[in-house]
């Protein structure tokens, strides 16, 4: 048990000072609230401590008796705050001689604080010492879910800390108020204090995350960034049924060192991306739903379309062959998921993707960006089908992981949930209150798009990462950059080394007829050659093995799955398919060609007739355009 109290001060002749005398109200700051896992593991504990002072009024009349008294007390304050002694003595001599309070160190802890009050008590000098509660915001889990919670200063959370942020009211406690007696000079009368209303501590915010899982996270994706030579990447993990964040992590590239660690912010919540063939979920769901199409339906698709100045293209030329809807999601093609989008115009374009959740924020942090869809005014004659295929618009990964989910959730959407509940000290826990759930499609459209996505799985693009009893539905997405500087005025994603660069995504569900979780992964400027699949593929899979272990996940009834592919990213053609296996030939061309297709732009279309750039707002160069992704 540590021997200071809320606020300890030095001895003083309090007779002596009775006629100065005068009574002060000091408010007491409450301790703040602890942020905990979904099994209450510590993520955000404060600690109590002290901040250290020097009393130099005091010390001057202790160096009347003591001459040493000065190096003394600067020694023992030094060792024990471990700053040097030239430190501290330059810190004194620098005050004001008759100054109550020169701060020395802040948050020291209890223990150190109790050794030196010992020593100089020892010596005759603890009326020179000044010692303030506070306290210390410490994470037992280190770097790791640090940039979803948030930090907090002296001052408080800033502005986009995360959870401090957004839940300060619960967390921050109510503070309480003593009264103390202090003389002329400033400084407390020891044993003057009185509380008169104690402080409150804060609340507890129970949050959806899993500790280990969160790290295990940080870890594959940290390990999926750097064998697919990405710069960074976001991966969520989280359960579809309820919208529990269960892992929502973040890596990036030190600009200075090239070196690949844990961002410096809530990237899965705050980076939005034009992240490609992921979007075309919304096109075909929005076109079964008005009935114009269904998954038998077909349409003749050559290996290119002309919409007005822009010639948008499949990834490999192809002869015209007729391909159903289902076929034109699970082989990817953007001139196939044009023409659904064609069916639908521009009005019902738009407002379905705002039905799915684009376009506006989620609520899930304050440092959340909405992404970029321009109002369906802005939108020029081309940018239906660049819409459709993804590179008119941009999103967050937690923007897309719940529009994942409203497949397959039966066709509602629900907000993603990042507390679970806020436990106060002296009443019953409450949860927050969220956006409110909505149906987006009927269950039967829902429905027709989650056997499209298992074919993506089974058949097309995502072959490779189906899970042994546990059969996923997804989709795959790769897409050009937008360059950081322009250095093209007719296209956007030639980056300044004469080169595209890529991003890849990896977003679905299982087991896909009760899904109980959901994984959205997004790696940014992977390795050239390397598409959807084979760069955020291998992420998703072990991110999958790890929820399934953590979770307890049972395996679908009845479902063998598959044998899972390889799990280190490849560079296009440099591990090509076995003889005889042709998985790859009509799914993944990224993956088996290395082909970057030079005579295209960023959405597909031809360089020498692509007139208009994309949105740029809120982009960074993390943000995307479509390359026709994995067709």
Do not use: C
């Amino acid at each position: 048990m540590s021997k200071l109290g809320a606020v300890v001060i030095g001895d003083r002749d309090m007779a002596a000072e009775a006629a100065k005398d005068r009574i002060e109200h000091r408010p007491i700051k409450a301790p703040r609230g602890a942020i905990v896992d979904r099994n209450h593991s510590d993520m955000a504990i404060s600690l109590a401590r002290v901040d250290v002072a020097a009393d130099m009024s005091a010390l001057s009349e202790l160096a009347e008796d003591d001459p040493l008294a000065y190096d003394k007390f600067g020694a023992f304050v030094a060792d024990a705050i471990g700053e040097p002694e030239q430190w501290v003595r330059e810190e004194m001599y620098a005050a004001d001689p008759d100054d109550p309070y020169v701060p020395l160190a802040k948050k020291v802890d209890l223990e150190t604080a109790d050794e030196l009050r010992e020593k100089l008590l020892g010596e005759e000098l603890l009326p020179a010492l000044n010692f303030e509660a506070s306290s210390e915001r410490v994470h037992p889990s280190g770097e790791s879910g640090l940039r979803v919670l948030g930090t907090i200063s002296d001052d408080g959370p800033g502005p986009n800390a995360g959870v401090e942020r957004q839940y300060d009211e619960y967390l921050k406690g109510e503070p309480g108020l003593e009264v103390q007696e202090v003389g002329d000079d400033g400084s407390v009368i020891p044993g003057t204090e009185s509380v008169v209303e104690k402080a409150e501590q804060g609340a507890t915010v129970r949050l959806s995350l899993d500790r280990n899982l969160q790290y295990e996270a940080e870890k594959a994706l940290l390990a999926g960034v750097e064998q697919a030579g990405a710069a960074g990447g976001v991966a969520i993990v989280g359960r579809p049924g309820t919208g529990e964040l269960l892992a929502a992590a973040g890596v990036s590239q030190d600009p200075e060192s090239g070196e690949i660690g844990l961002a410096e912010s809530p990237k899965p919540f705050s980076d939005a991306y034009q992240a490609g063939s992921v979007f075309k979920l919304v096109p075909v769901a929005a076109a079964i739903e008005d009935g114009n199409v269904d998954l038998n339906t077909t349409f003749e698709v050559a290996d290119f379309y002309q919409s007005y100045d822009r010639t948008f293209t499949d990834h490999d030329p192809h002869p015209r062959r007729t391909m159903t809807v289902e076929q034109i999601l699970a082989q990817s093609s953007n001139v196939g998921t044009i023409h659904i989008a064609d069916t639908l115009g521009r009005e019902r374009m738009h407002e379905a993707l705002r039905e799915f959740g684009f376009g506006e924020k989620t609520g899930v942090s304050p440092a959340e960006s909405a992404g970029v869809l321009p109002p369906v005014e802005e939108w020029s004659g081309p940018d239906l089908a660049a819409t459709a295929i993804g590179s008119r618009q941009s999103a967050t990964a937690v923007q897309l992981w719940s529009a994942y989910n409203v497949i397959a959730n039966d066709g509602i959407w629900i907000p993603p949930r990042l507390v679970e509940e806020i436990e106060p000290i002296d009443g019953d826990p409450f949860r927050p209150e969220l956006p409110p759930e909505r149906q987006v499609v009927p269950p039967e459209t829902a429905e027709q798009v989650k056997t499209a996505l298992r074919a993506v799985v089974t058949d097309g693009t995502g072959k490779k990462w189906d899970l042994p009893g546990f059969p996923v539905g997804a989709k795959t997405g790769t897409g050009r950059m937008v360059a950081p500087e322009i250095t093209s005025t007719d296209d956007a994603y030639m980056w300044s080394d004469g080169r595209y660069h890529h991003m890849a995504a990896f977003t679905g569900f299982f087991p896909v007829d009760d899904p109980k979780v959901s994984i959205t992964v997004i790696l940014e400027d992977v390795d050239y050659g390397l598409s959807g699949s084979s760069a955020a593929g291998p992420v998703f899979a072990e991110l999958a093995r790890l929820a399934i272990r953590e979770l307890g996940v049972v395996p679908a009834s009845g479902d063998s799955g598959s044998v899972l592919g390889p799990q280190r990213a490849q560079p296009a053609g440099q591990a090509p398919p076995p003889a005889g296996d042709s998985s790859d030939s009509s799914a993944d061309a990224d993956t088996q060609s290395g082909a970057d297709a030079d005579a295209e732009s960023g959405d597909g279309t031809s360089n020498s007739t692509s007139t208009s750039t994309p949105a740029t707002s809120e982009l960074s160069a993390t943000s995307s355009g479509s390359d026709n992704d994995d067709p």
